[in-house]
Structures are given as structure tokens and as C-alpha cells.
């Protein structure tokens, strides 16, 4: 089945104890992006990745990093959360860095940082 | 700075009325846009996309939206509502400004009254 996976789907951590969420997708897609959706504010994205090694930032990235060592896997890593990152992350890929391209989203990772 | 609008957090219509779903965008040229659909606890999926073809575009589940340059608006539509479609929506564009961000909307929760 095509999809798109996060792990873990939900992660309740400390402020400034490093953590990963990791994605993958199966579907050889190029692209693929980070977003974190708030209340009010609809998503927003934090990372995207047109291919291997090629990663630019989004609207949001303070506090984020990204790697993109393999085509299939994308992983967002918070060095240091804080409160303000308690959010719904999704991610999600697309066949090309087309910008017509659907984009297919992850079921998403509830992240909360005390 | 380049943006997506939707009016309207939340809307309510009954059963087998009309929906319409309010989208604007702000750019001096026509960018690639998309209409997602975010079930309860799931991720996002296309509903339907306008990618410089025909203007009024249709899509799953008998949605459709007309692209309307004058208006810099992307409105969508279903002709009867139907309780499973209840909600959120989100209205994103791609080609703003340059580059391959994706900008969302803040989304827009439908509700179906019996």
C-alpha cells in the first residue's frame, strides 16, 4: 500500500531533551515537507526536500533541523524543544518538485513539550 | 507578503444544502492551488486541484471549485451537502513568490446539520 508513515504518532517529552520524528514514504516520491498545524493557523511548513541531500526552509524552521540522506526518509529533529513546538506535525511527499504535484501527508505526529 | 485567505473558520449548513467554501490568494501571478479535506484524527487528501487548465475544476466526492483570476479566488463548492462531509478544509497554493513552498489556509470546519 502507497503511504506515507510517521512514528511515533504521538510523543509528550520535556523542554530541551532532544527527539526525532522520523517519516517515511514508499512511494519513490522526490519530494517530500514538514508542516506543523495550529489551531487558528491552518499548516505551516517547516522543511521541504526536493531530492537526496537538497533540503530548504519553509515559512517556519527555528528550531528544526532536517536530513535527507536517503529518497525515502525524511526525519524532523528538534534539538532542543520548548512549549512553543507543541503542535500536530505532519508529513508529506509528492512525486516531483513539480509544483502541481499532489502532495500525499503522513497521518501525523501530536507532539506535546513540557 | 504572498497569502492564502479563507473566510470563514467555521461553516454550517444542513443536509442537502449548498456548501461554499471561500479561498483568496494574494499573487500577481496565478500560482498552482489545491483543496485538501482533514478528516477527524487523519491526515490531509486532495480534493481537487487547478494547475492553469480548465478554470472550474472538479473533484472527489462531488466537489469542484472555479478558479476566477479577476477574484484571485478559488471557491469550493458541492451542490448537496451531505453529512460524512463534515470537515476541515484547506485551501493551499504552491508558486507564490518563487520557489516550492506550499502555503495553506487556516482551514475552514464544515458542519452538516441533520
Request: net charge positive; aromatic share 12%.
Amino acid at each position: 500500500e502507497a503511504q506515507v508513515t510517521q512514528n511515533p504518532r504521538y510523543l509528550i517529552t520535556v523542554t530541551g531533551k532532544k527527539l526525532t520524528v522520523t517519516c517515511s514514504q514508499n512511494m519513490n516520491h522526490e519530494y517530500m515537507s514538514w508542516y506543523r498545524q495550529d489551531p487558528g493557523l491552518g499548516l505551516r511548513q517547516i522543511y521541504y526536500s526536493m531530492n537526496v541531500e537538497v533540503t530548504d526552509k519553509g515559512d517556519v524552521p527555528e528550531g528544526y533541523k532536517v536530513s535527507r540522506k536517503e529518497k525515502r526518509n525524511f526525519p524532523l529533529i528538534l534539538e532542543s524543544p520548548s512549549p512553543n513546538q507543541t503542535s500536530l506535525y505532519f508529513c508529506a511527499s509528492s512525486f516531483g518538485g513539480s509544483l502541481q504535484e499532489t502532495q500525499y501527508f503522513g497521518p501525523g505526529t501530536r507532539l506535546l513539550v513540557l | 507578503a504572498q497569502s492564502v485567505t479563507q473566510l470563514g473558520s467555521h461553516v454550517s449548513v444542513s443536509e442537502g444544502a449548498l456548501v461554499l467554501l471561500r479561498c483568496n490568494y494574494s499573487s500577481s501571478v496565478p500560482p498552482y492551488l489545491f483543496w485538501y479535506v482533514q478528516y477527524p484524527n487523519q491526515g490531509l487528501q486532495l480534493l481537487l486541484k487547478y494547475t492553469s487548465a480548465a478554470t472550474l475544476v472538479k473533484g472527489i466526492n462531488g466537489f469542484e471549485a472555479e478558479f476566477k483570476k479577476s477574484e484571485t479566488s478559488f471557491h469550493l463548492t458541492k451542490p448537496s451537502a451531505h453529512m460524512s462531509d463534515a470537515a476541515e478544509y484547506f485551501c493551499a497554493v504552491s508558486g507564490i513568490g518563487g520557489g516550492f513552498k506550499t502555503i495553506f489556509g487556516a482551514g475552514t470546519r464544515l458542519f452538516v446539520k441533520a
